[in-house]
């Protein structure tokens, strides 16, 4: 992380972010980094995130950081949505968190409004709070993770919810977080230059184990070397945790022990399956969510995960030797992520075909003490994304007008150590 910027004597500034949060816990954490980044590295900052997550309470946020949180949406297997806990029609509902985010973007006159993912917003719920903040001369920025899906897919997808005139007009910069030699997001999308010319790559975001809180109970099976297992928030990560539980049902000599962290929004139904046949296991441990999953991560000797942007980032930032078994639906972005990353050395990917052949599994987790670390390949900038947005964002919020990072440029080459 670079050096805190002194702003003392700069006037207050804000900064607004929007969450796109319609399934699991991606999009919340990354903001939630991004957020606390920026009110570390600026003490004249002041960031509010906008959130739909059902369990944004359950995370600490640092001063000068807070949340306004819309009512729940949440996204089906089947890519339709539905309200999370109102009893009220979809489409009032997106009324009515629209109305949320416009108002609050007029009472908190932010500096910048980020944007992530979603230029839009869910259904255009964030249209009218850009063309307000547009006109009073917020700047505009869409963050978009390394990897949005296949072109075949977004494309189709952006033209029907209209969003290249947003990108021409409304927005100011977009900011990758990632780097093109790895993914590029837009690559083979019908974008015109004048869309291009606004991207900037920043690195990935480096993530950090936050200063411990009270001391964790120290069960049997992480005082020895454990591989974490995670599917992210859990929502379509059962056939990752049954593929693990499989394989320590069938080799009682794998070599390290597992923690499992299902995730919130698994089926309570399937927890307590999982939850029963654990109990049976002496090496294996499974809960349900906790909230600083960095400490967990740092922890353990190796990490199986499914591969989404905020678990990638924990495995490089905290140099752990990983297997990941992406999912393909409804978007092919962990499988266009895990490919990349397996080609260039950084981890191991493993395709799940529907078997769940535990004699797979159970040669990954042998194999896992033998594979590279991340650190043992070079590629330079890999982790500098939150310097980068920090350098970013200073013109806008200092008021100095001065010429903002230079975008990092495409390059093949990659260097191993």
């Given at each position: 992380?670079?050096n805190?910027?002194?702003t003392?004597?700069a006037p207050p500034?804000?900064?607004?972010i929007?969450?796109h ?10 903001c ?7 009110v ?8 509010l995130?906008l959130?739909g997550?059902?369990?944004?309470g ?6 000068r950081?807070d949340?306004?949180r ?5 996204k089906?297997?089947?890519?339709e949505y539905?309200t ?9 509902t997106?009324?009515?968190r ?10 908190f ?15 255009g719920?964030v ?5 307000q903040l547009k006109?009073?001369g ?8 390394d990897?949005?899906d296949?072109?075949t897919l ?8 209209n969003?290249l005139p947003a990108l021409?007009?409304l ?9 093109p ?7 083979g ?6 869309v291009?010319?606004k991207?900037?790559?920043?690195g990935?975001?480096r ?10 109970t ?5 005082r020895q ?11 379509d990560?059962?056939d990752?945790v049954e593929?693990?539980?499989r394989?320590y049902e069938s080799d009682?000599w794998?070599?390290?022990g597992?923690?499992?962290?299902m ?14 046949r ?8 499974a809960?349900?969510?906790?909230a ?10 190796g990490v ?5 942007y ?5 495995i ?13 639906e409804?978007?092919l972005?962990q499988?266009?992520r895990?490919a990349?990353a397996?080609e260039v ?9 529907g078997?769940?052949d ?12 033998r594979q590279?670390l991340?650190s ?8 500098e ?5 920090n350098?970013l ?8 007008r001065?010429e ?8 093949d080459?990659l260097?191993?150590?």
């Amino acid at each position: 992380m670079s050096n805190k910027t002194a702003t003392t004597g700069a006037p207050p500034a804000r900064v607004l972010i929007y969450s796109h949060d319609t399934m699991g816990l991606g999009h919340l954490r990354r903001c939630r980094t991004i957020a606390h980044s920026l009110v570390e590295h600026f003490d004249n900052v002041s960031v509010l995130i906008l959130s739909g997550s059902p369990i944004i309470g359950s995370f600490d946020f640092r001063a000068r950081v807070d949340f306004v949180r819309v009512p729940g949406v949440v996204k089906l297997r089947n890519g339709e949505y539905t309200t999370l806990n109102l009893n009220i029609d979809f489409e009032k509902t997106i009324a009515m968190r629209a109305s949320i985010i416009r108002h609050t973007a007029e009472i908190f006159e932010p500096d910048v409004f980020i944007v992530d993912k979603e230029p839009l917003g869910l259904r255009g719920e964030v249209t009218d709070a850009l063309e307000q903040l547009k006109k009073r001369g917020t700047r505009l920025v869409l963050g978009l993770r390394d990897v949005m899906d296949a072109p075949t897919l977004l494309a189709p997808e952006w033209q029907r919810k209209n969003v290249l005139p947003a990108l021409r007009t409304l927005y100011d910069e977009i900011w990758v977080y990632g780097l093109p030699q790895m993914c590029e997001p837009l690559a083979g999308m019908p974008v015109p230059k004048s869309v291009t010319d606004k991207m900037s790559y920043t690195g990935y975001l480096r993530r950090s184990v936050p200063i411990p809180g009270p001391a964790r109970t120290e069960t049997a099976v992480r005082r020895q070397p454990y591989v974490l297992v995670t599917p992210g928030g859990g929502g379509d990560g059962e056939d990752l945790v049954e593929w693990v539980l499989r394989a320590y049902e069938s080799d009682v000599w794998l070599p390290y022990g597992a923690l499992i962290v299902m995730g919130p929004f698994m089926q309570p139904e399937r927890q307590e399956e999982f939850k029963a046949r654990v109990a049976r296991l002496k090496r294996v441990e499974a809960i349900t969510f906790d909230a600083n999953m960095e400490a967990l991560v740092a922890n353990a000797a190796g990490v199986v995960a499914m591969g989404g942007y905020n678990t990638f980032c924990e495995i490089l930032s905290l140099d752990k030797r990983a297997i990941v078994v992406p999912r393909t639906e409804p978007r092919l972005e962990q499988y266009i992520r895990a490919a990349r990353a397996q080609e260039v050395g950084l981890l191991r990917m493993i395709e799940n075909t529907g078997t769940l052949d535990p004699k797979t599994m159970i040669e990954a987790l042998r194999e896992m003490p033998r594979q590279r670390l991340p650190s043992e390949v070079v590629i330079p900038g890999l982790l500098e994304g939150l310097e980068s947005v920090n350098r970013l964002v200073q013109p806008w919020i200092t008021h100095e007008r001065v010429e903002a990072a230079e975008p990092i440029a495409a390059s093949d080459s990659l260097r191993r150590a």
